[in-house]
């Protein structure tokens, strides 16, 4: 541990509690909504393979760097850089890193609670429908029985159009997260993570069986593993590895957060490797939970973005017992996305609490009002401001609305810029002992971590910062 200020006196319960509540935050929506999405988008097996190369050889070895870095500072994300680089001999300056990952962080949420909002929403629509059929005595029907498919796809513009229902919603879904961080790491975090992260499991296992049985999952698997290089341009590697980051919460101070609450005694690396591989395993499953749905009553897998909200009620109205399993799959995201909020506004609370002395009700509340107005403006996107384009002058966010452009902005930008600093941090800056007492790898297999961390991460994550921000040069 390295000496320093502003330290936290908070932690895990145990290292199961921090292994969960870390899963927490990597499983959600970008699980479950965004990798499906750019999977079938971008021609399914061999964006699949050079994802899972993606997390295998960038995001692995960076998740123990943030882990890492968090636990030695044992403060926020600004805290630990700074803390961590005192202890390196380097300049108080790399707190910057910190800064990045907590404004990273306060804009995802933002938006993420918006769209959560949404989840929320349908959890409503599905769960009126299901509640119907069961006191109809059939809770086995299939979802919306009598409507035509356009009034159940419509159901999603409807709502975008209404600017006080896509309040109200995130209203509720802002006010669920912090409630949830202001009760502490013990008492709110931990038990949320304890709580629905197994529920999001076992909804996750049984709706993929249903899907199995009485969905396509022959043309799944060949969908999601026949590699077709062919499709594997250079923006599909690019969304790829930004996915990666996203995916597993890099670059936005959760993993440095939640590392500073981890004890001595835990074992970093096989932790990291467990958050890591629970990630990506649960995307794929996602994804082989969706698919033959969709291929069921042969929908487009490539719809995007609207391929849950729009498409899959469809395909539960086809499907028997459609209402029930329309309804818990509504559920199941919800859960996702309530872990994974929680540790967004985490990050900026714990800033709050360590660097300005804040109570933990009082930074939390503060993150999340100011998140919430920055997320009214996403929501008044779809509606009374949608012909506003923030960043318009801008080619790649030039028909960008506002939500699209805080997403595009941090994902393209600050996420890649945060992993970037964190690898050359990591694994040039830090002092070397101190990384390799922390990480509690030896031999070769430090050497290869930080191999991965020093060389390949930063030239990859560069790439991806240089050809997303310059499409133009990408060669095609
Ligand atoms: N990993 C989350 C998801 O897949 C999104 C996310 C990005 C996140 N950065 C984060 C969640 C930081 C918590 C903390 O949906």
Same mark, same amino acid.
């Given at each position: 541990?390295?000496?320093?200020?502003?330290?936290?006196?908070?932690? %895990?319960?145990? !290292?199961?509690?921090?292994?969960?509540?870390?899963?927490?935050?990597?499983?959600?929506?970008?699980?479950?909504?965004?990798?499906?999405?750019?999977?079938?988008?971008?021609?399914?097996?061999?964006?699949?393979?050079?994802?899972?190369?993606?997390?295998?050889?960038?995001?692995?070895?960076?998740?123990?760097?943030?882990?890492?870095?968090? #636990?030695?500072? !044992?403060?926020?994300?600004?805290?630990?850089? #700074?803390?961590?680089?005192?202890?390196?001999? #380097?300049?108080? !300056?790399?707190?910057?890193?910190?800064?990045?990952?907590?404004?990273?962080?306060?804009?995802?949420?933002?938006?993420?609670?918006?769209?959560?909002? %949404?989840?929320?929403?349908?959890?409503?629509?599905?769960?009126?429908?299901?509640?119907?059929?069961?006191?109809?005595?059939?809770?086995?029907?299939?979802?919306?029985?009598?409507?035509?498919?356009?009034?159940?796809?419509? #159901?999603?513009?409807?709502?975008?159009?209404?600017? %006080?229902?896509?309040?109200? @919603?995130?209203?509720?879904?802002?006010?669920?997260?912090?409630?949830?961080?202001?009760?502490?790491?013990?008492?709110?975090?931990?038990?949320?993570?304890?709580?629905? @992260?197994?529920?999001?499991?076992?909804?996750?296992?049984?709706?993929?069986i249903y899907g199995a049985v009485v969905g396509d999952m022959t043309e799944t698997l060949a969908f999601m593993f026949q590699p077709d290089f062919s499709r594997l341009t250079a923006q599909a590697m690019n969304e790829a590895l930004g996915q990666a980051l996203f995916s597993m919460s890099l670059g936005s101070a959760a993993l440095m957060t939640y590392g500073a609450y981890v004890s001595r005694e835990t074992k970093l690396a096989p932790t990291a490797a467990m958050i890591a591989f629970a990630d990506t395993g649960v995307a794929i499953i996602a994804g082989l939970m969706i698919f033959p749905i969709v291929f069921a009553v042969g929908l487009d897998p490539a719809a995007g973005p609207t391929l849950v909200f729009q498409s899959l009620p469809v395909a539960f109205q086809q499907m028997p017992a459609g209402s029930l399993i329309g309804f818990l799959f509504f559920v199941l995201i919800f859960f996702a996305a309530l872990t994974s909020s929680i540790s967004l506004l985490e990050g900026p609370t714990s800033w709050g609490i360590n660097e300005r002395g804040w109570s933990r009700g009082k930074s939390a509340g503060i993150f999340a009002f100011c998140a919430f107005l920055i997320g009214v403006l996403c929501a008044l996107g779809y509606n009374i401001l949608s012909d506003v384009r923030p960043l318009g002058f801008w080619n790649i966010f030039a028909e960008a609305d506002i939500l699209d452009t805080v997403d595009g902005f941090t994902g393209k930008v600050m996420l890649p810029v945060a992993a970037l600093l964190t690898a050359i941090f990591v694994g040039w800056r830090a002092d070397k002992k101190l990384v390799e007492n922390e990480s509690g790898l030896e031999g070769a297999m430090f050497g290869v971590w930080r191999f991965l961390v020093a060389w390949v991460s930063p030239i990859a994550v560069g790439l991806i910062l240089v050809f997303g921000l310059f499409p133009g040069l990408v060669p095609q």
């Open positions: 541990m390295v000496a320093a200020t502003h330290q936290t006196s908070e932690g %895990w319960s145990s !290292r199961w509690a921090f292994i969960l509540a870390a899963i927490g935050a990597a499983v959600g929506l970008g699980n479950v909504w965004r990798f499906p999405t750019l999977a079938g988008e971008n021609g399914g097996g061999a964006f699949v393979l050079f994802y899972i190369g993606c997390v295998v050889l960038i995001g692995l070895p960076l998740v123990l760097s943030e882990i890492l870095v968090g #636990r030695a500072g !044992r403060s926020d994300a600004v805290g630990s850089t #700074r803390n961590v680089a005192a202890a390196s001999g #380097r300049s108080s !300056r790399w707190a910057v890193l910190g800064w990045v990952e907590i404004i990273t962080a306060f804009l995802i949420v933002s938006f993420y609670s918006v769209v959560a909002g %949404w989840v929320f929403y349908y959890v409503g629509v599905m769960g009126v429908d299901f509640f119907g059929a069961l006191a109809s005595g059939d809770p086995f029907a299939s979802a919306f029985q009598g409507e035509a498919a356009e009034t159940v796809q419509g #159901r999603l513009g409807g709502l975008l159009g209404n600017p %006080w229902m896509l309040i109200a @919603m995130h209203v509720v879904f802002m006010g669920v997260t912090f409630w949830v961080v202001a009760s502490g790491v013990h008492d709110g975090i931990e038990k949320a993570a304890i709580w629905l @992260m197994p529920a999001f499991f076992v909804l996750l296992i049984g709706i993929t």
